[in-house]
């Protein structure tokens, strides 16, 4: 009897979320698709509205988008909040010049089966659809080593252990970074600080306060995501897919 209810209640599911995904991870899990591209999502109100997924430039890992700024508008004072502001930016014409999910989004995709880490690119490619050509200004964290992803902050920061960082080919693996954010801040992180404190990740070539994946208050040019007013910073949740071995 529990294997039948087991079926049973796996069947449902299944059915459930093949018209419902609430992310890129779980349209991979339940309705099979590889190819990168726009795809329609289902908020936490079973709303839909239309994202990206990037299957292809990390596997296993799926991502699905969550935010996209040109340096131009990610400058500007109306856009610099944290993730735990509700700023919803261009959700019925998704652009990755300027495109924010709501709160209510990112959170049913940040809480959904599968969604483990998140990931900021620089100038992630969509039109040729290869991604990401390199791990250059990249980052990479587990969501559950930032549990203050959603904190209104102020203008202290938090100590985050990342899985990989590389700012202009200087890198390191599992070291712990500043994060700060909040009502008048993005999420960025300052190499300054970044410098003497957490675990002092150095990045030599560094402007003064540099700032990178964003605010973007002292923005570097040779920085991918600042390289110019059209270069944009990218922000992802998403997790590793491993298919079932049946």
Not at 128 to 157: E, K, M, Q, V
Request: charged fraction near 15%; proline fraction near 5%.
């Amino acid at each position: 009897m529990a294997t039948r209810t087991n079926y049973f209640f796996c069947t449902v599911c299944r059915q459930y979320f093949k018209h419902h995904p609430k992310s890129c991870f779980e349209i991979k899990e339940y309705l099979t698709k590889t190819e990168n591209g726009y795809y329609t999502l289902y908020d936490g109100h079973h709303h839909p509205y239309t994202s990206y997924c990037d299957f292809e430039s990390e596997p296993p890992f799926i991502w699905t988008l969550i935010e996209s700024f040109a340096l131009y508008h990610a400058q500007k004072v109306e856009n610099q909040r944290s993730f735990y502001y509700d700023l919803p930016i261009s959700q019925c014409h998704m652009t990755w010049d300027k495109f924010r999910l709501s709160k209510l989004r990112i959170q049913a995709i940040h809480d959904s089966y599968g969604s483990t880490h998140f990931r900021v690119t620089c100038n992630f490619d969509h039109t040729n659809g290869t991604g990401i050509a390199n791990n250059i200004d990249y980052l990479r964290g587990s969501l559950c080593h930032y549990p203050n992803f959603y904190s209104h902050g102020g203008d202290s920061y938090d100590c985050v252990r990342v899985d990989y960082i590389n700012v202009r080919g200087y890198n390191c693996r599992k070291c712990s970074l500043p994060f700060y954010g909040g009502a008048a801040a993005h999420q960025f992180i300052d190499l300054g600080t970044a410098q003497n404190d957490c675990d002092r990740f150095n990045v030599p070539d560094k402007i003064s306060a540099e700032d990178v994946f964003g605010h973007y208050l002292q923005a570097n040019p040779h920085f991918s995501c600042s390289a110019s007013l059209n270069s944009t910073t990218n922000w992802w949740i998403g997790g590793a897919y491993i298919p079932p071995p049946f």
